[in-house]
């Protein structure tokens, strides 16, 4: 899974999140940096209030009954095919490295060029080349 420092990269850089069934994403700075939750209909469910703002609620689990907190806290932790839809047109293809750099590459169509990303696995290759396209299309 990618780094803490990947995953606030990404909302940072502007890549937008709408909590859906099955999404993974972390609280930093409330005592559970380490804890990775999945958005679920029986556990933890995404939920509209009044003004359009989204709440995450924490049904049914015996240190949050019924807490929650405003999405927006949440930091999104994107999987393996979701990063890639976010490449769209522009991913190429994936490639595992074998040898002294074991890991994974993307490449990525950038203008004219082709660009590889690479990390120690899958998704944070396609983090980090989620973060050069968006840089790319915000200049």
């Known amino acids: 899974m990618m780094t ?12 937008e999140w709408a909590p859906a069934k099955g999404d993974r994403f972390v609280v930093f700075d409330r005592d559970f940096d380490t804890d990775v939750f999945v958005v679920s209909d029986m556990v933890i469910e995404v939920l509209d209030v009044p003004q359009g703002r989204q709440v995450l609620a924490f049904n049914g689990t015996t240190e949050w009954a019924l807490d929650s907190f405003e999405a927006e806290v949440a930091v999104w932790v994107p999987r393996e ?3 890639r839809d976010l490449l769209g047109e522009a991913f190429v293809s994936l490639e595992r490295l074998d040898g002294a750099a074991d890991g994974f590459a993307v490449t990525v169509r ?30």
């Open 4 to 15: 803490r420092e990947l995953a606030l990269a990404l909302r940072d850089a502007g890549v």
């Open 81 to 83: 095919d979701q990063l």
């Open 110 to 139: 950038r203008g004219a060029g082709l660009e590889r990303h690479v990390d120690v696995d899958a998704e944070s290759a396609y983090a980090r080349a989620v973060l050069a396209v968006f840089a790319g299309s915000a200049g």
